[in-house]
Every structure is written in structure tokens, then in C-alpha cells.
């Protein structure tokens, strides 16, 4: 009888106490799985990747082979991904002293198409698992294989989408979620309705988030105009490019107010706007802006608390979830959105109960997130070898990492903003990254440039003067000789980064953008001076011009930031004198626990933070929730701590001319 999940099936081989030491060949990533993680973290077992056989020695030997010896020494799992036969290049010592597992997509979906299955993100494999498990199907080949992913995991049976309707709504269901399709089964589902639906541009909607959205958003006019003219109900013809889409569909129309809300569509003016506002087509259509960003606000707010995840959640929701409540964040800061009594209320009462939430899932989850997979990037440090994958051994293709410090998702909001209208045809796909804690700028954007997490650069752990030197290492490792790194841009004129990337060998760019930094330490006005003072910034059109000699030279571009930043209130000054390796506002650093403990004593609720991913001796007290370590009664802008604001932070490939 198969396990109860994929998961299960797994984890029935990690059982507490059997063995100090286990290596794994696992070749298809299913250990990197956030349910397998935080399970395994949860029974006492550290996992250890086997990749680079110097970095894994000097991790071994300084984290866990003192352990070792002690009675109650957690499991350690050497995670090695590659074919069983790999486990024979482990080191000998290793290979002695520890019981060999190997996992494989093979062994837990014997009926399947490896290739197929194999390219499904690790969070539909369990919708498979139990589909596989009910169904028992003979082996399929690769085209019933694909048939099978599609209706099972992903709800889409091609056969009978027969109507526009149909099709919008398997697309809304799919991009409104964000879900990422292999590219194999979208063009396996766009082979079977080409037929169907010959006049939509279904090679760029169906695979493609944001050409989809701008196809909705051009199609919104013409069904606005439709109704004005008094055509009623709309005409489900199949050529999208002759007919109104029916967005007055029911299995549409549910789509529609979170569209708006959302910022995914934009209402637009229209000559018959007094009539279309008093209906539901009001949601798309620019009237009074006040009464507009109110609704919006009530209509974000009622989103945010329906999707505030859970405690067993996925980073992938906590993500979706921090999109959201960036985008109430900033409509609150908008001249036109501030928010009513009851709006302010229902703001306050769902920031208490995110920041609870929060708090809890990263207690038990964020320590796993770094075994993820980089691809997408989770965190920060996987950034790099996202972008090494991206641009592969194509020799013509380049990359550019542009990191805005301290740059939140709700100032991202705003200068998403200022972009869209500067460059009309730049496209955004957002994703966002975990910051590493403590959320500052000598351990997170220094994760960023090394490719790595903090445990191994403990000897510029206080300091940035090293990025450029790890950065380069990294790209040297990948194969890459033509890395280039600036920093301290903001205002322009950018000639020197023109005659770096000038260079006929340059393929990776690495660009600090230190402006929200600078406007956030000198803050004295809280969120709405941030976001007043960001805006204003990104209007002039620095920014902007910036990426526009990034495309200009041929590079991909990619924004993320280092960490975000949150207003806090004081809750009194620490007078540890000189102990304390960072001061920090909402951060102090020491090097001795006896320090941080005495410290901790005085400040209720402040948080020990555990050591995972840290050099040894960087032991981090972050302030109480909310608060941070200055005058009581004094409010400042600030970072350091796990706020959402502080370690969700964007992670955005902009495109130009789509």
C-alpha cells in the first residue's frame, strides 16, 4: 500500500537515533521540499549539501563534527545531488561512519514520464502522488503522461474548453495564483486547443503572466465599450481578436475585483464612466479617486485577511500574502487612499494578527528555507545561481543584479509605480526572497554577492568591503570571468558603470543602488515620508535611466534588495557600552551568549535569534516585535529584524518591449 504522500514515503527512512550520519543520493531535489525540510528539522536532523568538496569541508569540520561525539548529537543528513554510484566520491571518512539512502522520482512515480514529472515544481508532486496513488495507470508514454499532469494537478482536461469562458478561466485560475507550468505541458495544451481558438495569441498568454494581464487589460476597453453602447450581454465567438471577451461570465467576473484590487489591471477613464460606476463594472473604470482607492483599500484588506496563511503554509503563500500587504501599505500612503476610521482599524487588527503569524511560521520554518533550490530564488543567496542558470553557456546572453538597499515591497510598489509611466512598454515579473536575519547589510546583501549563506564569509560579517572580491569569486567558479560590480549608485550620471559594462567580456553586472538607504536613515517622518521621499526619488528618472543602460548594452535586468525596513517605536536604549559587535536599531549583535542573555533579560520579548547559517560567535537580539533599541517614545524607520516589511523583500526581472 502506497504512503499516505510522497512526503511520507520519505520520511519513513529518518528516524530519530538510528544513525549520527546519513548520506542521501538524491539526484531529483526531493529532499529540497519545504514539508521534508521542516520535518526533518523538527525531528533533530541538520541537512548538509555535497557539491563543492571544499566548501562542505570546512562546513563539516566547523559545524558538526564536534557534535558528533555528544550523546544527544542531532542527525546529520549529507544531501549529495546526484545518482546513487555519485556517493562513492564522498570523502572516506564520511562514506564509513554513515548508513546510504538514495530517493528517486523513478521509484515514487513508476508509471509516469520521468522527464515529465521531473519538471513540476516539488509543491504539485503531492496532487500527483495521489492521483498516481487512486488511479494505479499502466505506464504511459510522455504525450499521456503530460495528459495526466495536466488534468490532475493542474485541473485542465483541453478537450473541453469549447468557449472563450472556458479558456479565460483555466488561464485566470492558473496566473492569478502564479503557478509555474513546465514549459513542455504548455505547449502539450496549446497543441490541443490551437485548433479551437486559431486568432488567440495563445503562444504568448498561455505561458506568460504578464502578457496574459496586458492582453485582459487591452480586451477591457472594447468590453466597456460594448456595454456602454448598449450591446448587452457579450458574444462568445472564438476569434478573441474580433470579439468582446466575456468578462461577464460568471467563472470570469469572480476573477475581476481582485484584478483591480490587486494592481494586475489598471481601471482606465471612459466617456460613459458616471453609468459604468454605479455597476459592478465600476471596479475597472476611473471615476472619483477617493471613493476609488477606498473601495480598493476595502477590497485588498478583505484579500489580505482571507489569505493570511497558516502555520503548516508554504513560502510560496507567504509570499503571495506579502505582495498583498505591500499593496495596502502603499495605497495607505497614497494622497487619495488614506485610510477611514474602520479601514484604519481593520489595517491595525490584520498587521497584529500577520505579525503573529509570521513570527510562528518563521520560529519553525525559516531555518529549512536555505537547503531550498534556487530556482526561483528563495533566498537571497540563491540569487546567483539563478542567474548562472539563466544565462547558461550562451556566451551572448548577460545578466544584470541591480540590489536596491533597503528596499521594501511596499517602496517597490511605488516605484513600480513610477516606472510603468516613465516606460510605458517595460513589463515587471515579480517574484520576492527571503532576507537572511539579521536583516542588515554586511550578512544579507553580502549573502547576495558571495552566492552563499553568512556561515561563510565570517571574516567581513561586519563589513561590505568584500562584495565585489566574492562576487567575482563566484562567477569565476561558474566559469565566468566577466563579472563587473559598482556600488554607491543612486543619482546618477552613470559613466562609470557605462564604461564597465562597456567591456566586450562583461556578461554579470553587480549594482548597489544605496538611495532608499540613505533616505531611510535619514527618516524622521515614518512610512509615509518613506514612501513620499522613494516616490519623489524614482520620479526624476534616475533609476530608470539606469536600466535603460543595462538593456541598452544588452543585459537581462533583475531588481532585489538586501532588506526592507519597517517603522518602529522605541522601547529603550541597551547600555552594554562596547560589547555589542552591531548597535543596530532593531539589531544588536554579540559574540558571547552570557552578553546577549543579560541584555535579553531587560527587554521583554526580544528574540535570541538561533545561530543557523551564522559564523560561529554572531549571535543576534532582535528588539521586540515591533520596537526597536532607541529612545522611548521615539519612532524611526528602521531594519534588522523579521518583519515582513523586513525579510520579504522583491525579487523582479524587468523587460523591456514585450
Avoid at 519513513?12 to 519545504?34: K, M, R, Y
Avoid at 510562528?360 to 533566498?379: D, E, F, I, Q
Avoid at 533597503?406 to 517597490?412: E, K, M, P, V, Y
Wanted: charged share 25%; proline share 6%.
Amino acid at each position: 500500500m502506497p504512503a499516505a504522500s510522497w512526503q511520507d514515503a520519505i520520511l519513513s527512512e529518518f528516524t530519530p537515533g538510528v544513525s549520527p550520519l546519513t548520506v542521501v543520493a538524491d539526484p531529483d531535489g526531493l529532499l529540497q521540499d519545504d514539508e521534508i525540510l521542516a520535518t526533518l528539522q523538527k525531528r533533530g536532523f541538520s541537512l548538509l549539501r555535497f557539491e563543492d568538496p571544499i566548501a562542505f569541508r570546512y562546513a563539516y569540520e566547523s559545524r558538526y563534527r564536534r557534535r558528533e561525539a555528544q550523546a544527544d548529537a542531532e542527525g546529520l543528513v549529507v544531501l549529495v545531488p546526484a545518482p546513487p554510484a555519485e556517493l562513492d566520491n564522498l570523502p572516506h571518512d564520511i562514506l564509513t561512519r554513515s548508513r546510504r539512502l538514495a530517493f528517486s522520482l523513478a521509484e515514487l512515480f513508476p508509471s509516469l514520464n520521468q522527464a515529465v514529472v521531473s519538471a513540476l515544481e516539488p509543491a504539485d508532486r503531492a496532487a500527483l502522488y495521489e492521483a498516481a496513488s487512486l488511479q494505479q495507470p499502466a505506464a504511459l508514454g510522455e504525450k499521456a503522461s503530460k495528459d495526466f499532469v495536466l488534468h490532475h494537478v493542474f485541473g485542465v482536461v483541453p478537450d473541453l474548453l469549447r468557449t472563450p469562458a472556458a479558456l479565460l478561466s483555466v488561464l485566470l485560475r492558473r496566473h492569478y495564483a502564479g503557478r509555474r507550468v513546465p514549459p513542455a505541458l504548455d505547449a502539450r495544451f496549446i497543441e490541443a486547443i490551437k485548433e479551437r481558438f486559431q486568432h488567440w495569441p495563445l503562444g504568448r498568454i498561455v505561458p506568460d503572466r504578464e502578457a496574459f494581464f496586458d492582453f485582459l487589460q487591452q480586451r477591457w476597453r472594447m468590453f466597456l465599450d460594448a456595454r456602454a453602447e448598449g450591446t448587452g450581454a457579450v458574444r462568445e465567438g472564438t476569434d478573441a481578436l474580433a470579439s468582446v471577451l466575456p468578462f461577464d461570465h460568471k467563472d470570469v467576473r469572480v476573477y475581476i475585483d481582485n484584478l483591480f484590487a490587486e494592481g494586475l489591471l489598471h481601471p482606465i477613464s471612459h466617456w460613459q464612466a458616471a453609468t459604468l460606476s454605479k455597476t459592478w463594472l465600476g471596479v475597472g473604470v476611473q471615476w472619483d479617486a477617493r471613493q476609488d482607492a477606498a473601495a480598493r483599500l476595502d477590497r485588498l484588506l478583505a484579500i489580505a485577511a482571507e489569505s493570511l496563511p497558516e502555520q503548516e503554509a508554504r513560502h510560496q503563500d507567504w509570499f503571495r500574502f506579502a505582495k498583498v500587504w505591500a499593496r495596502v501599505a502603499a495605497l495607505t500612503q497614497e494622497p487619495d487612499g488614506k485610510p477611514n476610521e474602520k479601514q484604519q482599524q481593520a489595517v491595525d487588527g490584520l498587521r497584529t494578527r500577520m505579525d503573529a503569524a509570521f513570527n510562528r511560521w518563521v520560529a519553525s520554518r525559516y531555518a529549512s528555507l536555505a537547503s531550498l533550490p534556487p530556482n526561483p530564488p528563495v533566498m537571497l543567496h540563491h540569487v546567483p545561481r539563478f542567474l548562472a542558470r539563466e544565462i547558461g553557456d550562451d556566451t551572448t546572453t548577460k545578466a544584470a543584479l541591480v540590489v536596491v538597499d533597503g528596499l521594501a515591497l511596499d517602496q517597490w510598489a511605488v516605484m513600480r509605480q513610477q516606472l510603468a509611466q516613465q516606460r510605458p512598454g517595460w513589463r515587471f515579473r515579480e517574484d520576492a526572497a527571503f532576507a537572511w536575519v539579521p536583516t542588515i547589510t554586511s550578512v544579507s546583501r553580502q549573502a547576495i554577492f558571495a552566492g552563499s549563506p553568512p556561515f561563510y564569509f565570517p571574516n567581513s560579517i561586519h563589513a561590505t568591503h568584500k562584495e565585489d572580491m566574492l562576487w567575482r569569486r563566484f562567477w569565476t567558479d561558474q566559469g565566468i570571468q566577466g563579472a563587473v560590480y559598482a556600488r554607491s549608485l543612486g543619482d546618477g550620471p552613470f559613466e562609470d558603470v557605462a564604461a564597465l559594462v562597456d567591456q566586450p567580456n562583461v556578461r554579470v553586472a553587480g549594482l548597489v543602488v544605496d538611495k532608499v538607504d540613505r533616505i531611510m536613515h535619514g527618516m524622521t517622518l515614518g512610512t509615509a515620508g518613506m514612501h513620499n521621499q522613494v516616490r519623489q526619488w524614482a520620479s526624476q528618472g534616475h533609476f530608470a535611466a539606469l536600466l535603460d543602460l543595462l538593456f541598452a548594452h544588452g543585459f537581462r535586468v533583475y531588481i532585489t534588495s538586501d532588506h526592507g525596513n519597517v517603522e518602529a517605536a522605541g522601547c529603550g536604549r541597551p547600555n552594554e557600552g562596547a560589547v555589542a559587535d552591531v548597535r543596530g536599531e532593531r539589531v544588536r549583535v554579540y559574540s558571547e551568549e552570557g552578553l546577549r542573555r543579560s541584555v535579553a533579560d531587560r527587554f521583554a520579548g526580544a528574540w535570541s535569534w538561533p545561530a543557523e547559517g551564522l559564523p560561529a560567535g554572531h549571535l543576534p537580539l532582535l528588539a521586540p516585535g515591533r520596537k526597536a533599541f532607541v529612545r522611548e517614545g521615539e519612532r524611526v524607520v528602521a531594519h534588522g529584524g523579521v518583519c515582513i516589511e523586513e525579510l520579504i523583500v522583491p525579487f523582479v526581472q524587468v523587460v523591456a518591449g514585450i
